[in-house]
T-cell receptor
């Protein structure tokens, strides 16, 4: 285990569904991130939270809604997604925002 | 805008061979550079992080070098093993911001054949 746990590991949803991805870190880190990894593309940063406050939103569509209730937990709420949103969604954490990243195993999302 | 390129995109070698993976970046104003490995369908595992003031970092059979002025980093893997088969990604962190925005390359897919 890496110390960063993501659930579920796999998710299939229809375009009208609402679902949430969960990330939990047990490393005592203060920064948490959501990344998207699509086939044949580099990882894309989506959101950054530092001490529970959102510090970056990389022009992500509003159908993706992050939530960070505390420094250990991060959620990504999904609503009315498109098939092109199918990807591996990775959560990461770091002690501070300029430091080494530790990744979870990801949620493989398929939107039908 | 920072761009990160990794060459080759794929590499297949016999077990025991020493090999070099390349990473180049267009903007030399970086805070640090990190190498990761990713197994199929899994998250990323951090291998080595080199600060902009450093020239290299070593961990076991891995050695990463950084030449910031020329915008290049290499990951050297000694005595490769089948368990090294994975995709290797490099990522650079910019110097001018708080440092949260990494730019990733597309990765080199390595296969080590027994």
């Amino acid at each position: 285990e890496t110390g960063v746990t993501q659930t579920p590991r796999h998710l299939v949803m229809g375009m009208t569904n609402k679902k949430s991805l969960k990330c939990e870190q047990h490393l005592g880190h203060n920064a948490m991130y959501w990344y998207k990894q699509s086939a044949k593309k580099p990882l894309e940063l989506m959101f950054v939270y530092n001490f529970k406050e959102q510090t970056e939103n990389n022009s992500v569509p509003s159908r993706f809604s992050p939530e960070c209730p505390n420094s250990s937990h991060l959620f990504l709420h999904l609503h009315t997604l498109q098939p092109e949103d199918s990807a591996l969604y990775l959560c990461a954490s770091s002690p501070g925002t300029g430091e080494k990243l530790f990744f979870g195993s990801g949620t493989q999302l398929s939107v039908l | 805008k920072q761009e990160v390129t990794q060459i080759p995109a794929a590499l297949s070698v016999p077990e025991g061979e020493n090999l070099v993976l390349n990473c180049s970046f267009t903007d030399s104003a970086i805070y640090n550079l990190q190498w990761f490995r990713q197994d199929p369908g899994k998250g990323l595992t951090s291998l080595l992080l080199i600060q902009s003031s450093q020239r290299e970092q070593t961990s076991g059979r891995l050695n990463a070098s950084l030449d910031k002025s020329s915008g290049r980093s290499t990951l050297y893997i000694a005595a490769s093993q089948p368990g090294d088969s994975a995709t290797y990604l490099c990522a650079v962190r910019p110097a001018e911001t708080s440092g949260s925005r990494l730019t990733f390359g597309e990765g080199t897919q390595l296969t080590v054949n027994p």
